[in-house]
């Protein structure tokens, strides 16, 4: 069986989600939107491959808005639509961060500005810790959405709903990919100021995600692995 992980700018590696998908017998691909040398004009066009080809998708985070149609739409539009068919289909989608809140935007929910971002080791409220636990996940993001139709949520925090079911699909807000290889990718191409400007110590937010890392991949891979044997369908 293949994966396909939809990586949207060039500092998104798969982390310990590629890497238990592996261990449980997937064949992994990745596919990359905006290139490094586009990070700074990243309205690019861009032609997805045929769905069927493939028999999990992983949408992963972004730096951009999955709002922002004016920034990213010749890009973000299409995927939307791209997403909309997969997960109709019945395809098992595992949306994560923007990647989830793609499927939000593309089953007739939306997305916009939260009143507050989320940056860090944040635990959640799970409703389903069979699924998800409570955390700590690495949340990274200024933006939430609204549920959509037959979308039925299954964790959140007093910030954003954090998790949907719909379909054979899950979206989850948070980012289990993460760990410290991946955080020091995002420091480093800009994410140390938006960390700074929250009124927190990157490398501060460095060392504890290097502490946290074997307990977080551990609650990634029991993720993962509820993904395929519960939510999927496969």
């Not at 290139?35 to 972004?62: C, K, M, R």
């Not at 080791?121 to 699924?131: A, C, F, G, Q, V």
């Not at 938006?194 to 991949?217: C, F, H, N, S, Y």
Request: aromatic share 10%; with cysteine; charged share 20%.
């Amino acid at each position: 069986m293949k994966v396909l992980f939809i990586q949207h700018d060039h500092v998104s590696p798969t982390g310990p989600v590629g890497e238990r998908f592996r261990e449980r017998g997937f064949e992994t691909q990745e596919i990359l939107v905006v290139q490094e040398h586009q990070f700074g004009e990243p309205n690019v066009t861009f032609e997805f491959p045929d769905a069927s080809d493939y028999d999990v998708i992983v949408p992963l985070g972004a730096p951009w808005g999955a709002w922002d149609d004016a920034c990213i739409g010749n890009w973000l539009t299409p995927e939307i639509e791209w997403i909309r068919a997969a997960v109709s289909s019945g395809k098992p989608v595992l949306g994560i961060c923007f990647g989830g809140q793609l499927i939000a935007r593309a089953m007739g929910g939306s997305v916009a500005p939260a009143p507050k971002g989320e940056i860090g080791w944040t635990n959640i409220w799970s409703e389903r810790p069979d699924l998800i636990s409570n955390g700590p996940w690495f949340q990274f993001h200024y933006d939430r959405w609204q549920l959509p139709p037959n979308a039925v949520e299954i964790a959140r925090n007093p910030v954003a709903s954090q998790a949907f079911l719909i379909n054979n699909s899950l979206a989850v807000q948070f980012h289990p990919e993460l760990n410290a290889a991946g955080l020091k990718g995002w420091l480093d191409w800009g994410g140390d100021k938006k960390v700074l400007e929250d009124g927190q110590d990157p490398i501060v937010m460095m060392r504890q995600t290097e502490a946290e890392e074997a307990d977080a991949r551990a609650r990634t891979f029991a993720l993962v692995d509820a993904f395929i044997d519960q939510v999927s369908g496969l």
